[in-house]
């Protein structure tokens, strides 16, 4: 069965030079999407990437993360819209780094399309009304 999950991956600074996504691929036969990473050597790095392939060599690869030393965190956190509070004034769209927010040409609204969210919470910080909320 082929799954696949968004996870967060924490870099302890003993970790951030080994090649695990290459491994990921070569060793397990995953597929990766990444769609936020900030990871400098000699330093601490995070990844937020989707990991997809079959339900046997994602666990052997989440296995294989772990024993590198890395901390994994499923992205159990959701980012959505307060219509009752959006005034749709638009700051998310230019803070939004995958075009998740887009605005309709007709209507002048603000749509947010959360399938493309990665969760790095700009738009929470940019929203005036604070109408962008993070759900657990």
Known sequence: MKVAKKIVLHFPQKAVDKPVVSSLIRDFGLDFNILKASISPGEEGLMVMELSGEQKDYDRG???????????????????????????????????????????????????????????????????????????
């Open 62 to 136: 989440i296995r294989y993360l772990q024993e590198v030393g890395l901390e994994i965190q499923s992205l159990s956190q959701d980012v959505v819209r307060n219509e009752e509070r959006c005034t749709h004034c638009g700051a998310c769209i230019t803070m939004c780094p995958t075009c998740a927010f887009t605005l309709d040409a007709k209507t002048r609204n603000v749509l947010f399309d959360n399938s493309k969210c990665i969760v790095c919470e700009l738009c929470v910080r940019a929203c005036p009304p604070r109408a962008m909320e993070l759900h657990f």
